[in-house]
């Protein structure tokens, strides 16, 4: 009768119920397709090597194998892991071993019941010497041990999905963290590509400033000495000086922003305090050397965003927050324990382990909550709330992707227009620049007509370099807003791996 009743318990747990919602993804309207009707492109891990740049790979595999981010992305996988474990075994029996055991001495001055046992012995003493028939007294022990070793089991039944449901959201939660943890090597990807591209561009920006104060600095030695013999005006040669020392002053100004754009990579790569102090980033190709990856094919599907890092993540925490719904309202009904004693108790060590001191226990206990002044009602409507946080959540986390690739697309478009009409600019004001720096040593111009062809040729070969960067960091974003670069032919897309590439201690990387 007992292994039945223990049977049926056992049954009745396994196939308790659940009282979490049923779950269904909210309903968003999607579009199809971007633009266009072809589809079929998948998606390239390692995207970042679209650019053909070497220097680039390494900066990249370094800041995934040594930023600070993937450190604590990775412990909170772990202590997700972790919390899972602990959670799946709350659904289990605990089982502890116990064992206890001492001797004792009573004094038979400061214990009453021995002074009253003695008491007792005394009149006991007394009767056997009148009636002889009588026992006499046994002096009661002073010494005394007890031993016992045991197994204890406790195992609350999981009627009504408690645990299994604490369980299933705590699994949704590690697969929040695993998402978090792709979506912390996209970003850092990201992040180290654009690092180094405005690197690149500002290393461009202060090439064409030294290379423009050079070419000011012969000119003012013309003009200096051509003022010194009275060939042109006091007026012109000031102004050719002026122009020198603004010259000077956009130098400096771009050898600090080379200097923190330089801090900023180095941090990204998870150098040490040291080697951001003393070392320099390495280059490899400049800002109009890199090439421009292919545009984004028309029809991309917009399927390829569900597999961003952080839509798997809101959705994971949407399901955990579902789960948890079935937690707090599994504590409106009667809580059932199993209890279990198996073990042996003796007075006294040498019969501890024989048969006669082989004990057991089992019962159960049942807790019903009958008044608990609002705790579980508020617990649930907490629960319902956050699981409607949750889902707005990942609503907004699908609208703001659409945004973002739609933003990355438009810009990655545009500048590609803006690059090649820049370019020919550029190519123009070189020859305008040649061409009033002729007239002016002729006496057809001024010199005030030099001046504004160079400023001209200087802010479009600084506003090139700064639309060629802003196409390329297009090209990034792009990427990360569909969680990965594109394939030109259909692929499977597999999970991004963590470079561990080796590091010399030491050693400065060189400057180009």
Known sequence: MKRLIIGALASLALAGCSLAPDYSRPALELPAAWNGPEAGQGLEVQWWKRFEDPILNRLVNEALAYNQNM????????????????????????????????KSRISTEGSGTYGLAKGLGVLQDAIHRIHPAVPGSTPPPREGEAWSASLQAVWEMDLWGKYRNGTAAAREQLLASEAGLRGALLSLAGQTSIAYFDLRNYDAQL?????????????????????????????????AKTETDTMRAKVYTAEYQVATAESALMVLTGRSPRAIFEEVPERGLSIDELPAAPQLPAGLPSELLERRPDIVAAEAQLRAANYKIGVARAAWFPSISLTGQLGTQSNSLDTLFTGASDMWAFGGNVSVPLLTFGRISSNVRISEAAMREAAANYALTVQQAFRDIRNALVIQQRTTAITDTLAIAVDNLRKAVDLARLRYENGYASYLDVLDAERSLFDAEVQLA????????????????????WVDTPGTPTAMPVPVPTRKAGTAAGQN
């Open 71 to 102: 450190v604590i992305a990775m412990t909170r996988v772990e202590q997700a892991r972790a919390y899972l474990g602990y959670a799946r075994a709350e659904q289990f029996p605990t089982l502890a071993g116990a064992g206890s055991g001492g």
């Open 207 to 239: 090439s064409i400033a030294k290379r423009t104060l050079e070419t000011r600095e012969e000119a003012l030695k013309i003009y200096q000495a051509r003022y010194d013999e009275g060939l042109i005006s006091e007026l012109d040669f000031l102004r």
């Open 466 to 485: 700064n639309v060629r960067t802003s196409h390329l960091s297009s090209i990034v974003q792009v990427c990360m807003a569909l969680g990965g670069g």
